[in-house]
């Protein structure tokens, strides 16, 4: 059987038996149909089990990143979603790999963005990261994903084989535990193991062997085997002779790969092995060999193998980390014993163990809880060790009770505070934190709380405990679920007032109904309270109310049942009685009306059904009834008496008041019928006195239900029964009689006022119904004639017909007799009008020539502008007016020699840049080494050299064209256009610089900018370059706000690269001219202001003041000298001295303020968008950070580093002209510029003098923040510039309408480092294999070439390439690519047309026939374009239009042929979604406008660029002036040197170190009389040289044995060079030290150099020795 089958069917028994164990179960538990699985069956058990085992492996990957990074991960199902971005396996590879991926360097850490917009092509970097650590780890490449596996989670069972195969690998190097193997333990639900499986079968992803780790791991890791194996044997030897410091050195062997040894734990180690190694060897003695059945074809014995009896390296290693444990457990259980609490530390702490959550704030707890479970164990009868998870659980245990107590004494903390406070919602929040353990809270109760707390400590008179708020929060709780339950049903209102939380008592549950009625009503009466439920206390007071008013109630029931009896036996006096007992509490009981409360409560009660009886409600209504009526009686009866009185005294004044002035008074009395009332009711009153007995003492009141009242005149008694003795008076009216005659008469009376007072409104009436009588007449009349109409108009019309026809035949008749006569008349007159009307108008356009001229001039101007006006600023302009403007696309001679002047003086300025770098460089140099020169005395030779070289630059830099490769060749060739190809790339896609200066070490990345950057864009000398030069800038700016910048504030403190960049630039550069224009009026007005004397320090201002006294005066001043400022300022004199410089100060601070506002249209473009850039970067990474914050970061780059420099130091920036000879700028100048500086510098971020030593200052604080408000405005116009697209004219058609190819000139050594740094950063700036970049790469060969590669011999690296740019894939472009070059030609074709034939619109003109002349025009204009092309051609051939031979043969066929080529090119641009066919084709139209207007703008900028240039170019040359007179001063002072060097050279006694003479050769022979110079040598042992600190060590060799190493130093023909040889025995080595070399080292500050590669040597006591020994004279 081959390996295949066999891996094939041991795939086919693990389907049939399950990872799961489930096909066993079921055959075990006969749960299975037939004996045989179907294919298809079987085939769903493999995919069901595969998916199970890959959501093992997923849960093992889970658990062991969780062990790993500290982190708690998702579930597993989502584990695959959250590796996608690579936040996870960034940080799993700092745990293993902390300097390859520093966590600064994890994008999205807190996975903000993939929160919110889920994946960004930028997550890809943390992949990367982490194969860049497994690379440094050494993890083998096989194991590895591809990024988009993991982006684009193509193969994420790949990236968890990749996770597990890491996991064994970092284990064995010790470096991480071991991955769990859960296969067969780990449950999940049929839901997640199918879709897992659907997942797999959707991607049909073939699953990594997990199994098979360890044997690929093994084969690939690059393990010495042999070495191995000798380690693990000499291990076993050890332990056979019972050698326990010779086990531990073979277990501390490298090559015994063994992990986590422990020096302490020797003899452990030695004794655990030993055991190991006998229980092994017994074992294997005791195996029964093979039968001779087991193996019927061998008959030769199997030979044993050396592992089979001794340890192995994984069971040495097994039991090292066993022992480790039980050692470790060991020293934890002394130290318990001990109670020593740093034993206990050390034990707790220990790696072995690996205990988790350890705090050692509680390492005394920690003590006491495990000595008592300790002691708990022991008790039992468990004398054993305490295991790791015992230890581990009673840590987390002590660690939950610490903090407990903790949060309890914060939280309790907290209550006290917000009642102190009185806030409301902190003492809530304290009382929700769930780690005190209050008892749950209500929301809708939060003013209880506060509200009963705030009681309960004001109370106690001091701060609350805990215990005080658990109980409380309990009770208030249980009363807060009791206010709630009001508003529910009485049995849920029962059983929150039974809780046994609630403590309120004599709870009745027969009362609930009424505790719950009261309880609404006094939730409804606080209402308006700041706390709106009812308290503790208030719930007991209504529960204990309740309750007695109950048993009241009760009581009272009891007594209104006797009054039902006593109203059955009709007993007025029990009645009484009844109603008189207190337990009623009846109100207005009168015994004199007990008759009536008997009458009105018996009435009552026979209004009921017969068995009901009466309420106590009831019976308190009836006596109040009772009440009413006998006080309305009496009322009544006094009434009545008072107005008989009236009648019978005939007194109308009486009357009238008795009728108005009583108590109770009558109804509709008017005063003024008093008399007739008084008669009426005397007319009464008699017929009554005729009818009964009159006189008497009693009257009958009949009350309103009937009852009736008796009343007596005499004494006002008043009864409700009748007696034997009262006498009624039957002539007195009744108040009803009274109340009826008064009504009666009042009407009568207001019945006759009221038709006397209306007496003409009735006359008006009835003359109006007169009139409508008339009306209506008439109105009848006129109905009739009008419906009479229609045969009055008959009769009218024929009468006025017959007169019509008459007159009309009559005239008819006339014209017929004389129309020849008519018809001549007419046509004189009309001729007659028609002249008369042309002369007339003759007359006036002669009158009005002039008139008429102007008007057609103005219409013509109108017309022209508003073209121009369509053409400018229309959507479409239509086709008349492109065709009007199109001639201004021709590029004309003039074009073409602005261009190619604009080219030359380009390259000029670029080469005169570069030449006054290397100028100021070689001056800097030069400095530097006579510095060193005068210093150290050392040899002129070296700066001779270096002058030499320089003046050789200078003059070769005239002739010094660019070299180029070599073209002569075609590899040559290719390599040129290879790196034109590069370099053009790097140019127009600024990611690849942008990345790569990021990359870089600062140093080099500085260089790099200076000697790459600015020369790949031509230091931005044409728009096209400045636009991607500023691209470049606003890319390294964002990536490096994104990725390095932590705090706002690291822009401020620090010097991010990307702004160093933009502001050098800005400064030196192209804003160098806005800086010089701005500032130097301003700034030489104040340097030649000899007045001006800002000095803002008073120290300083009272010695210049005590020094002018003693100048002035001759004599010394009795003042102190040394003061301070606060002493200082106690002198008036200094004090308006001060006020003097601090009001200088303010004044020119101001003008340069209102310089800089009003400059602000002037700020170069690209410092402006720059800082567009940053403020949008800035919002966008802290997006919790105000505008003000913000704009004080924008400010800090476009004020403080751009422009404040230039302000405090213009002389260093060439703001301002210095004379040399007059030493620049003065102290005092100086001081005064550092001061206003300093003052826009605290505006600009608003900050101002505190105390201290600028306290005197403070004063200027009011102006500086007044002037920081102006600042910010300034700041936010600045950033609002447009987009540099539509700032520089630049859309996806510039490339391709290039009339001059971009090119740059670039030295030989800038090309090769700039290929090298690519090569070096690759994988950092294009992370994806497929990027452009590669491509590009890997045509120039895997490394950068030598200088002489490239060139070929004899050429100098500073030589110049000049690179005509382009891209690799102009010839091949996309279709995307494609279709636009067809654009531009369609567009010049076009162009062509409709310049030779008019039209409405694009369609109508392609439809039309071409004409002969229009044939004729085209030729000739084509023939006029060719003309001048050749005329530029002839003048600079790289200037002309690249044209290709298949456009140049377009442009010359006929017209009509051009129409048809337009036909066709449209519609494949129209469908191809490259312009709209709507409206004739418009946008085609819309483009050319587009050009034409470009073309103006572009010749505009043209010519201001031609005189930029001019003025750039005398500025150049104006520094180079004063480099090459600084260089020439350097040059006299070093012939000098020279003169005086040669001079003292004559009296040296020894060599001198200055050699004015060319070097001796070994071949010259030495002139006569004069001695060939001899070389001196010094001898030093190295012991000898130790002991004075040259030698400092010597690697491989001991200080003991420094005696035997010998150093030679001799002189050679060159004073300035030595010969080092160094003597070990008969071996020795010979190094050259050249002594220029030695004073570069010591001026960088290197202290220690290595010689020959093993001696370490003092720089400064070897330069001292040879002064001493070789330069120092007699």
């Known amino acids: 059987m081959s390996v295949e089958e066999a891996e094939q069917m041991e795939e086919l028994v693990e389907v049939a038996n ?95 963005r993939f929160k919110q917009s889920g994946l960004h092509y930028r997550h890809t970097d943390n992949v990367v990261q982490f194969f860049g650590a497994c690379e440094n780890a050494g993890l083998p490449s096989i194991f590895y994903p591809d990024t988009s596996d993991v982006y684009d989670r193509k193969n994420m069972p790949k990236l968890i084989y990749c996770i597990h195969a890491l996991s064994l690998f970092l284990h064995k190097l010790g470096k991480a535990p071991l991955i769990m193997d859960l296969v067969g333990t780990a449950q999940f639900s049929e839901e997640e193991i199918s879709a897992m499986r659907a997942e797999l079968d959707k991607y049909g992803i073939q699953m990594p062997a997990f199994g098979k780790i360890g044997g690929i791991l093994a084969n690939e890791m690059p393990v010495d085997e042999a070495a191995l194996h000798a380690a693990v044997i000499a291990i076993n030897d050890a332990l056979d002779r019972d050698d326990q410091q010779g086990t531990f050195h073979a277990l501390s062997n490298p090559m015994a790969l063994l992990t986590k040894l422990d020096d302490n734990f020797v003899s452990a180690y030695h004794e655990a092995l030993r055991s190991a190694k006998k229980m092994k060897g017994a074992d294997s003695s005791t195996a029964e060999p093979k039968s001779c059945e087991q193996d019927t074809v061998s008959v030769k014995t199997e030979e044993k193998d050396i592992y089979d009896v001794i340890l192995t390296q994984a069971e040495i290693q097994a039991e090292i980390s066993v022992t480790n444990l039980k050692q470790t457990l060991k020293e934890a259980d002394n130290a318990l014993l001990e109670r020593s609490l740093s034993k206990l530390k050390s034990s707790l702490t220990s790696s072995h163990l690996k205990l988790l959550n350890i705090n050692l704030d509680n390492l005394e707890s920690y003590l006491d ?47 006290n505070k917000a009642l102190n406070s009185r806030n409301r919602d902190a003492l809530f929040e304290a009382l929700y934190d769930p780690k005190a353990k209050y008892p749950p809270v209500l929301n809708f109760a939060s003013d209880l709380y506060f509200e009963e707390f705030a009681v309960i400590r004001e109370d106690k008179g001091e701060d609350l405990v805990y215990a005080e708020v658990h109980g409380g929060v309990k009770v208030l709780t249980a009363v807060a679920k009791v206010n709630k339950a009001i508003s529910s049903s009485s049995e849920e209102l029962l059983a929150c007032l039974n809780e046994e939380d609630v403590h309120i008592m004599a709870v009745e549950a027969e009362n609930i109904t009424v505790y ?138 009486q ?304 002739c010094a064209v660019s070299a180029g490769l070599d073209s002569l060749n075609k590899e040559s060739h290719e390599r040129r256009k290879a790196y034109e190809h590069l370099f053009y790339q790097l140019q127009v896609e600024p990611q690849y610089l942008a990345r790569l200066i990021l990359e870089m070490p600062q140093q080099q990345s500085t260089k790099f900018i200076e000697s790459v950057i600015l020369t790949l864009y031509n230091y931005a000398s044409n728009p096209r370059d400045e636009y991607l030069l500023l691209k470049l800038f606003s890319t390294s700016l964002r990536q490096e706000i994104m990725q390095s910048i932590e705090n706002m504030t690291d822009i401020v403190t620090g010097t991010p690269l990307a702004i160093k960049m933009v502001v050098d630039f800005h400064r030196n550069a192209r804003g160098h001219s806005y800086l010089r224009d701005m500032l130097n009026p301003l700034i030489t007005s104040l340097l030649e202001d000899t007045s001006v004397k800002i000095n803002t320090n008073p120290t300083e201002v009272y010695k210049n003041w005590v020094n002018q006294q003693e100048t002035d005066s001759g004599v010394p001043s009795q003042l102190p000298y040394d003061v301070t400022n606060e002493e200082a300022l106690k002198h008036k004199e200094i004090q308006e001295l001060m006020e003097e410089s601090i009001q200088q100060l303010r004044s020119w601070s101001d003008k340069f303020l209102s310089l800089i506002l009003s400059s602000l249209d002037h700020i170069p473009y690209g410092m402006r968008y720059i800082s567009r850039v940053m403020l949008q970067s800035l919002t966008q990474k802290f997006p919790e950070a105000s505008e003000k914050d913000i704009l004080k970061i924008v400010g800090n780059l476009l004020y403080y580093r751009y422009i404040n420099s230039t302000i405090a130091a213009p002389d260093a920036y060439d703001i301002i002209d210095i004379d040399i000879e007059k030493g620049g700028l003065t102290p005092d100048q100086r001081r005064n510029l550092g001061s206003i500086a300093k003052i826009l510098q605290f505006a600009a971020s608003n900050k101002g003098f505190g105390g201290g030593d600028s306290q005197h200052l403070a004063c200027l604080n009011s102006y500086i923040k007044g002037s920081h408000e102006k600042f910010k405005q300034y700041f936010r116009k600045a950033c609002d510039v447009p987009d540099p697209e539509v700032h520089f004219n630049i859309n996806q058609y510039t490339e391709a309408a290039l009339v001059v190819k971009p090119r740059i000139s670039i030295s030989a050594d800038d090309l090769i480092n700039t290929h090298a740094k690519l090569l070096e950063y690759r994988a950092k700036i294009a992370p994806d294999s497929l990027d452009a970049i590669h491509e590009l790469l890997e045509d120039l060969g895997s490394a950068a070439p030598t200088v002489e590669e490239l060139m070929g011999s004899g050429v100098n690296k500073e030589d110049e390439i000049c690179l005509i740019l382009s891209s690799k894939h102009e010839g091949v472009e996309d279709a995307k690519s494609d279709l636009a070059s067809l654009l531009i030609s369609t567009k010049q074709l076009t162009i062509d047309i409709i310049r030779c034939q008019p039209g409405e619109n694009l369609t109508e003109v392609l439809d039309r026939e071409t004409s002969e002349d229009q044939e004729l025009q085209h030729r000739s204009m084509i023939s006029l374009q060719e003309q001048v092309d050749a005329r ?53 139209m819309k483009l050319i406008a587009q050009d034409i207007r470009n073309q103006r703008r572009y010749r505009a900028a043209r010519r201001q660029d031609l005189q930029k240039l001019a003025d750039t170019k005398a500025n150049l040359q104006k520094k180079k002036l004063f480099f090459e007179s600084q260089i020439e001063y350097y040059n006299t002072y070093v012939k000098a040197c020279m003169a005086n060097m040669l001079a003292a050279g004559k009296r040296r006694s020894r ?109 400064n006591l070897l330069i001292h020795l040879l002064n001493k020994k070789f330069y120092i004279t007699k």
């Open 655 to 958: 009357l009238c008041s008795a009728l108005t002035e009583q108590e109770l008074k009558v109804k509709n009395v008017n005063v003024n019928c008093c008399k007739h009332y008084l008669e009426k009711l005397d007319e009464a009153r008699k017929e009554r006195s005729n009818n009964g007995k009159e006189g008497a003492e009693w009257l009958n009141v009949e009350l309103p239900d009937g009852t009736e009242m008796y009343y007596n005149l005499v004494n006002g008694e008043h009864r409700w029964e009748v007696t034997d003795d009262m006498i009624f008076d039957s002539s007195l009216l009744t108040w009803d009689e009274i109340q009826n005659l008064i009504n009666q008469s009042t009407a009568e009376e207001e019945r006759k006022v009221f038709l006397n007072s209306n007496e003409d409104k009735i006359i008006k009436l009835q003359s109006a119904y007169k009139g409508y009588r008339a009306r209506k007449q008439y109105t009848d009349r006129l109905n009739y004639l009008k419906n009479q109409e229609p045969q009055a108009l008959k009769i009218q019309a024929w009468v006025k017909g017959v007169q019509q026809k008459k007159a009309y035949k009559t005239r008819q008749k006339l014209f017929q007799a004389n129309e020849g006569s008519i018809i001549k008349i007419q046509s004189a007159v009309r001729s007659f009008l028609t002249r008369k009307a042309y002369k007339n108008r003759l007359n006036f356009l002669a009158n009005q020539s002039d008139s008429v001229i102007k008007i057609q001039a103005a219409w013509r101007g109108k017309k022209t502008r508003s073209d121009y006006q369509s053409l400018m600023f229309a959507e479409y302009p239509p086709l008349n007016v492109v065709r009007k403007f199109a001639h201004l696309l021709d590029q004309s001679d003039t074009d073409y020699a602005e261009e190619i002047e604009v080219q030359k003086q380009r390259q000029e300025i670029v080469a005169a840049i570069r030449h006054n770098q290397q100028l100021e460089k070689d001056a800097s140099n030069m400095d530097i080494k006579i510095g060193l020169l005068v210093k150290n005395r050392i040899t002129l030779e070296e700066v001779v050299t270096h002058e030499g070289k320089m003046s050789k630059k200078e003059q070769g830099l005239a």
């Open 369 to 415: 809880a495990l000595l008592k479970l300790h002691e708990e164990r022991q008790g039992d009868g468990d004398f054993s060790l305490l295991n790791k998870q015992d230890i581990q659980d009673t840590i987390n245990s002590v660690n939950m009770d610490c903090n407990f107590e903790y949060q309890k004494n914060i939280s309790v903390d907290k209550i």
């Open 1551 to 1659: 060599s001198s170190y200055v050699s004015t003479s060319s070097p001796i050769e070994e071949d010259q022979k030495p002139k006569k009389g004069k001695k060939e110079p001899k070389h001196q040598t010094i001898k030093y042992t190295a012991a000898k040289l130790h002991e004075r600190g040259i030698v400092l060590e010597i690697d491989g060799i001991s200080p003991n044995q420094y005696k035997n190493v010998q150093f030679e130093i001799s002189t050679t023909v060159d004073p300035a060079v030595f010969q080092c040889t160094a003597k070990v025995l008969t071996v020795s080595e010979t190094h050259t030290l050249k002594l220029q070399e030695l004073l570069q080292l010591q001026y960088e500050g290197v202290a220690v150099m290595t010689l020959f590669d093993r001696a370490k040597i003092n720089v």
């Open 1432 to 1484: 530029a051609v002839d003048k600079d051939a790289a200037v002309s239009r690249a044209k290709s031979v298949k456009e140049k043969s377009e442009r010359k066929m006929p017209l009509k042929d051009k129409k048809v080529k337009v036909k066709e090119d449209l519609s494949k641009l129209s469908g191809a979604g490259f312009i709209s066919s709507d409206s004739h084709y418009q946008a085609m």
């Open 18 to 112: 399950g990872s799961n164990g489930e096909a066993i179960d079921d055959l075990e538990s006969g749960d299975v149909t037939d004996g045989h699985m179907t294919a298809d069956e079987m085939d769903q058990k493999r995919k069901q089990n595969m998916a199970y085992e890959y959501l093992c492996h997923l849960e093992e990957a889970k658990k062991w990143i969780e062990a790993c990074i500290d982190e708690e991960l998702p579930a597993t199902t989502e584990l695959e979603e959250n590796l996608q971005n690579g936040v996870l396996l960034a940080k799993l590879g700092h745990f293993f790999a902390p300097k390859v991926v520093p966590l600064k360097r994890i994008y999205d850490k807190e996975l903000t």
């Open 516 to 653: 719950q009625q009261d309880m609404t009503s006094a939730l409804q009466n606080k209402q308006e309270m700041t706390n709106t439920l009812l308290t503790h206390s208030e719930l007991q007071e209504i529960i204990d109310v309740a309750n007695d008013n109950v048993k009241t109630e009760q009581t009272r029931l009891k007594l209104v049942e006797e009054i039902n009896d006593v109203l059955s036996n009709a007993n007025a006096e029990d009645l009484f009685v009844l109603l008189t007992n207190e337990a009623l509490q009846f109100e207005n009981v009168f015994p004199e009306l007990a008759v009536l409360y008997y009458n009105c409560l018996a009435k009552l009660k026979n209004s009921h059904p017969e068995g009901q009886s009466l309420r106590w409600n009831e019976i308190q209504s009836a006596i109040n009834l009772a009440d009413a009526q006998a006080a309305h009686g009496i009322l009544v009866a006094k009434a009545v008496t008072a107005i008989n009185d009236a009648v019978t005294e005939a007194s109308i004044d």
